[in-house]
């Protein structure tokens, strides 16, 4: 395998080094940061990820609040959840876990969650201020792979991007952040015609559709840097990407792996994120 394995649970090692010592100082001033995950119904990867998140939080001298509910919570109970969480001086950050039970409408209960505390950045009001450039809290997923990318020491600056994938989550936010770092960004998605036309020209190839064997080796440009968000079962039932990793590896420069990747990142970018809103609680500017 030629290219670069672009370790995600070795960067999030390091990065939490930084995160904990900050939780650290916040508690030293009487603020001890907190995340308050709100789980809806018994959907089982969903309960997987809020483990995963509930316990990077206690690893990391963060305090989690999980609160789970019946998946037959009505909408009015979880919107006057979060109307409590919101008004709660002790929790910094609130994240809902996605997807909810069919008869809640997420965008209505996003909307609730208070900007100041909207730590996945999935509210109307954080996207407009990605879009902008203005400050405030990045989804954390699309954070994360900035983060795999600036890792590889590349810089971004007239860098054709390719994304795959328009979800208001991944694809899009994505988008804007590569956009911000100066690349030119092409965004292909379920209409896109002759997709590896435009993956072929990608210095950077950022895969976010959720159907394994999307990207294969050529639809790569050599010398690219791939980042895999998908998380798909293969036929053995083992966690796998969209990325066909063994074939893609072989032309691309880095390769972000499927488990170990973007998904301890974006972890790693929750905890950043609920630092900030702690640290902003506490009077910084
Ligand atoms: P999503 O909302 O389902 O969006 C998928 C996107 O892929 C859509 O924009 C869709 O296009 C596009 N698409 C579907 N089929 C395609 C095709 N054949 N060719 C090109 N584009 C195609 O999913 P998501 O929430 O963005 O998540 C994407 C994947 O990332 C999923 O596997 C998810 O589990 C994973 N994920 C991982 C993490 C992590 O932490 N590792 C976090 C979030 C998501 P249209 O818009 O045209 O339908």
Redesign the pocket.
């Known amino acids: 395998m030629p290219a670069q394995l672009i370790d995600g649970n070795a960067l999030s090692r390091r990065l939490r080094v930084d995160l904990a010592a900050s939780a650290r100082g916040l508690a030293a001033r009487g603020v001890t940061p907190a995340l308050a995950v709100v789980l809806v119904g018994e959907d089982p990867a969903s309960q997987v990820y809020v483990r995963n998140k509930v316990k990077a939080c206690e690893d990391n001298g963060l305090r989690s609040v999980l609160e789970k509910y019946e998946a037959t919570l009505s909408e009015a109970a979880l919107l006057e959840r979060i109307a409590a969480l919101n008004g709660d001086p002790m929790i910094h950050g609130i994240l809902v876990q996605m997807p909810l039970p069919p008869h809640i409408d997420p965008q209505r209960v996003i909307a609730a969650i208070s900007t100041a505390k909207d730590v996945d950045g999935y509210s109307t009001l954080s996207a407009g201020e990605l879009m902008t450039g203005a400050a405030g809290f990045r989804p954390c997923?699309p954070a994360g792979c900035m983060a795999l990318i600036a890792s590889t020491g590349i810089n971004l600056r007239g860098k054709h991007a390719v994304v795959?994938?328009?979800?208001n989550?991944?694809?899009k936010p994505m988008a804007l952040l590569l956009l911000q770092a100066h690349a030119t960004v092409t965004i292909?998605?379920?209409?896109?015609v002759d997709?590896a036309r435009h993956t072929r020209q990608a210095d950077v190839l950022v895969a976010?559709?959720?159907?394994r064997g999307?990207v294969t080796a050529d639809m790569v440009k050599p010398g690219a840097v791939v980042i895999d968000?998908?998380?798909?079962r293969d036929d053995a039932g083992q966690l796998c990407g969209?990325v066909d990793f063994a074939g893609v590896a072989e032309v691309a420069a880095f390769i972000s792996p499927v488990p170990g990747g973007?998904?301890p990142m974006?972890i790693t970018q929750l905890l950043a994120n609920t630092l900030e809103a702690a640290e902003h609680a506490a009077g910084a500017p």
């Open positions: 997923t795959i994938g328009r979800s989550t991944v694809g292909c998605h379920s209409a896109s997709m976010a559709v959720g159907r999307t968000v998908g998380i798909n969209d973007v998904g974006t």
